[in-house]
């Protein structure tokens, strides 16, 4: 099965000046569009091309003779969730049914920010920070490079890119600021309320 590039869902300057132009330009163009090649190159000619990425990801996780498949199928997965994960004007408090669950499996919203933060700035290196849903529990997790907690039996419900190549243009070495920027301004908690009624 090709899996292919998707559109952002919202205009290159949408997110301005949270997430340039420049950086969705070379953030979803280039390193997105290059993970969605080369993993459709890498399953050509093999039994994972007719599978979905994701039974593609979970039968790769771990295996070093396939890290082709799984680094760049991930990333290619990973990146398409990112995008949804954020909108313009979004941010702060949740709403809805994600709100009543952070409150009852996190202890509150300053909770959540606290672990989540804590999530993404001690990922040492590249990675990513995700809040999922383990056996009908909230958790928040990170990932190593492209890892991605389907693996682990876990539902996600919203990442955040940390990988340099995420941040840098806009906001250099600092990943703190983005960290809080994405959490007070950009997290579409409406896509992470879809994807906890559907988990
Ligand atoms: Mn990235």
């Known amino acids: 099965m090709t899996y292919t590039l998707p559109d952002l869902p919202y205009d290159y300057t949408a997110l301005e000046p949270h997430v340039s132009k420049q950086t969705l330009e070379f953030h979803h163009d280039k390193h997105h569009a290059a993970y969605v090649k080369k993993y459709n190159a890498a399953v050509e000619g093999t039994p994972m091309a007719d599978k979905p990425i994701e039974e593609a990801i979970k039968a790769t996780a771990g ?15 990973n990146h398409t969730f990112y995008w949804q994960c954020m909108k313009p004007n979004g941010g702060g408090m949740p709403t809805g049914a ?3 669950k952070i409150k009852s499996d996190l202890g509150g919203y300053d909770k959540f920010v606290e ?6 700035g001690t990922q040492f290196g590249s990675g990513w ?9 909230l958790k928040v997790v990170k990932t190593l490079n492209a890892d991605n907690p389907i693996t682990s039996n876990q539902t996600p419900l919203l990442t955040m890119d940390v990988w340099e190549h995420a941040y840098y243009l ?10 809080d920027t994405f959490i007070n301004k950009l997290i579409n908690w409406d896509f992470v309320n879809q994807n906890l009624a559907k988990a």
Do not use: H
């Not at 295996?63 to 997965?77: C, L, R, Y």
């Not at 672990?115 to 993404?120: H, L, R, Y």
């Open 115 to 120: 672990a989540f933060k804590q999530a993404g």
């Open 63 to 77: 295996n070093p003779d396939q890290k082709g498949i799984f680094n760049n199928g991930a990333q290619a997965w």
């Open 98 to 100: 994600i709100a009543d």
């Open 129 to 137: 920070a995700w809040l999922v849903l383990e056996n009908g529990t």
């Open 170 to 179: 806009d906001y250099q070495n600092q990943r703190p600021s983005y960290i």
